[in-house]
C-alpha cells in the first residue's frame, strides 16, 4: 500500500505568448522588425500603385478643369465627363452599395487582405516605418536607442524621423485636400502663404491626423476604433482563406541546432516551429499568430513572409504560417464556390449592372419649380389669371447648353418669360415666369400642367424632359 499512485500531470500547456517585455516599451509601443519576401513585395507594389493613384489623380485635367473636383461648397462633384448633383444621390447610393459588397465578397473569399494590402491605414503605418527603419535603424537598435538618455545622436535621429514623418503627413495632407478644392491653386497659395482659412484648416487638420495615425496610433487603429475588424468574422467561414498558423506541424515548438538531423530531431519530438519569434516581431499589430485566428490580425501576411525565411533557413517546407482555409488546415480541401460567395458575387453583378445602368440613362438636365408663395394667383388687367414661378434649370453637363422651356396641359394657357436660355455647364440658372390663362378654361381650383425642357447634347441628340407643377385660381 506503501506505492503511490501514478497521477498525469493535467496542468494546461502555457500559450506561448511574445516576450512582452522584449516587444514593447514601457508605452506599449511595437517596434516592428522588417520583413522580406513575396507578400511584402505585393504589398509594395499594391501600395505604390495606390500612392500614385491618390497623388496623380486630383492633378488630372479634363476640358481644361480639373479632372476630379469633389466641391462640397458648390455641392457638385465632377469626375471627368460626369458632373454628379445632389439630385443623384443614388448613383453615390449604388457606388456605397457597389463597394461595400466587393469588401465582403473579398472578405469572405481571403479574409482581411483589403487592411493588409490595400488600406490606407496600413499603406501609410509601413511608410512611416520605412522611414524610421531608415533614420533610426533596425528593430533592436531602435529599441536600444529609445531606452537611451538624450544625446545628440538620438537628437539628429528623432529630429530627422519626425521631419520626415510630418513631411509625409503635409503632402499627403495636402493632397487630400486638393480633391475638395483646386489643387494647384492650394500649392500655389499654401507655398506663398496665402491659402484660405478653410483650407488652412482642413490641411493641418489632415497633416495632425496621418501623423498620428501612421506615427502613433496605428494597429490602435486597426484593433480599436476600425468597425470592419468588429464585423469581419461575420463574413468568414471554414473556406476563408487567412494567414493561419499550423500548429500540428509547428507543435511542439521549441529551439534546435540546425544540425540535428532527421533522426535526431524526431527523437526530440520538436515540431517545425523553433520559436524564434520572428512572426510576432514583424507583425504590425504585435500578435502571436500561433495563438490561432485573432481579430487583431490584418492579414498583411508578414508574419508568413518571415516564417518561411526561418523555414528556407532551417532546409524545412515553406508554409508553416500561410494563406489557408480552416478546411485545408484540417486536412480536407477549399470549397471556393459556396452559397454565402457566390450570394455576395450575385448581388455585387446586379448592383454593378444597376450603377452602370443608372450612368448610362442619367439625364444631363433637370428643372426645379418653384410657385410663388406670396400670392397664389393675381388677376391682369385684361381680366386674365397669372401664377408666378421660379425655374432653376440645371445643367450636368460640362459643357453650355441651350435650354428650350415651354408648357402643355392648360387649354389656351400662356407662357410669360424667356422661354431660351443657354446654362453654363455644370451651373443653375434661375428663370422667373408666369403663366397666364383664361379663368374660363379652368374647371378646378387647381389644375396641373406639365413644364417641359429641351436640349440638344454634344451629338446634336435632342433631350427632353417634363415636370409637373400646379396652376391654382380658387374663385372658379
Ligand atoms: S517565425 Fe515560424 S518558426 Fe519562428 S516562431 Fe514564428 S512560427 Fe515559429
Ligand atoms: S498575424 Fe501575421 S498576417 Fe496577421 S497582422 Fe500579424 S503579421 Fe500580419
Redesign the pocket.
Known amino acids: 500500500m506503501s506505492e503511490k499512485i501514478k497521477i498525469k500531470d493535467i496542468t494546461p500547456v502555457k500559450i ?1 505568448k511574445p516576450a512582452e517585455s522584449a516587444n514593447y516599451s514601457s508605452r506599449n509601443r511595437i517596434y516592428v522588425r522588417a520583413v522580406e519576401g513575396m507578400l511584402e513585395n505585393i504589398r509594395r507594389f499594391f501600395g505604390l500603385i495606390f500612392l500614385g493613384v491618390f497623388a496623380v489623380i486630383p492633378w488630372l485635367q479634363y476640358n481644361g478643369s480639373q479632372a476630379v473636383l469633389l466641391d462640397i461648397g458648390e455641392q457638385r462633384f465632377t469626375i471627368f465627363a460626369m458632373t454628379l448633383w445632389p439630385q443623384d444621390l443614388t448613383i453615390l447610393a449604388y457606388i456605397l452599395i457597389v463597394s461595400a459588397f466587393a469588401l465582403f465578397f473579398i472578405t469572405t473569399f481571403a479574409g482581411r487582405v483589403w487592411c493588409g494590402f490595400m488600406c490606407p491605414q496600413t499603406t501609410w503605418t509601413f511608410i512611416y516605418i520605412w522611414f524610421e527603419e531608415k533614420i533610426e535603424g533596425s528593430r533592436n537598435k531602435r529599441m536600444k536607442l529609445d531606452q537611451r538618455k538624450m544625446d545628440l545622436d538620438k537628437f539628429v535621429r528623432k529630429t530627422l524621423k519626425h521631419f520626415s514623418w510630418l513631411g509625409v503627413a503635409l503632402l499627403t495632407s495636402m493632397t487630400f485636400v486638393g480633391y475638395f478644392t483646386p489643387i494647384d491653386a492650394l500649392f500655389i497659395d499654401s507655398l506663398t502663404f496665402n491659402v484660405s482659412f478653410w483650407a488652412g484648416f482642413f490641411i493641418i487638420f489632415f497633416t495632425v491626423c496621418t501623423y498620428g495615425n501612421a506615427g502613433y496610433m496605428r494597429e490602435i487603429m486597426c484593433t480599436h476604433i476600425c468597425p470592419y475588424a468588429r464585423f469581419q468574422s461575420a463574413m468568414f467561414d471554414k473556406d476563408t482563406y487567412t494567414v493561419a ?1 499550423d500548429p500540428c506541424r ?1 507543435e511542439q ?1 521549441g529551439p534546435r541546432s540546425r544540425k540535428l538531423s532527421p533522426e535526431q530531431l524526431m527523437e526530440t519530438n520538436l515540431g ?9 516581431q ?1 507583425c504590425p499589430t504585435g500578435i ?3 495563438n490561432g485566428l485573432q481579430y487583431e490580425c490584418i492579414n498583411c501576411g508578414a ?1 508568413v513572409d ?2 518561411n ?3 528556407d533557413k ?1 532546409g524545412y517546407e515553406k508554409g ?2 500561410s494563406f489557408t482555409s480552416e478546411h485545408q488546415l484540417s486536412g480536407g480541401t477549399t470549397k471556393v464556390f459556396r452559397p454565402k460567395l457566390i450570394g455576395y458575387a450575385v448581388v455585387l453583378f446586379i448592383m454593378t449592372s444597376l450603377l452602370a445602368l443608372d450612368i448610362y440613362t442619367r439625364v444631363p438636365l433637370e428643372i426645379d419649380i418653384i410657385k410663388d408663395r406670396n400670392s397664389l394667383y393675381r388677376e391682369t388687367n385684361q381680366g386674365l389669371i397669372e401664377n408666378v414661378y421660379t425655374l432653376k434649370l440645371l445643367n450636368k453637363a460640362q459643357q453650355d447648353r441651350t435650354f428650350k422651356v415651354s408648357i402643355s396641359g392648360i387649354e389656351g394657357a400662356q407662357y410669360i418669360g424667356v422661354s431660351e436660355v443657354i446654362v453654363r455647364g455644370g451651373e443653375v440658372f434661375t428663370l422667373p415666369i408666369s403663366v397666364v390663362t383664361d379663368p374660363y378654361s379652368l374647371t378646378e381650383e387647381v389644375t396641373e400642367f406639365d413644364f417641359h425642357v429641351e436640349t440638344q447634347d454634344q451629338d446634336g441628340e435632342i433631350i427632353k424632359i417634363q415636370e409637373t407643377s400646379r396652376f391654382i385660381f380658387t374663385d372658379v
Open positions: 506561448h498558423y509547428g515548438r517545425d516551429c523553433i520559436d524564434c519569434n520572428l512572426c510576432v514583424v502571436d499568430i500561433r508574419c518571415a516564417c525565411d526561418v523555414m532551417m508553416l504560417i
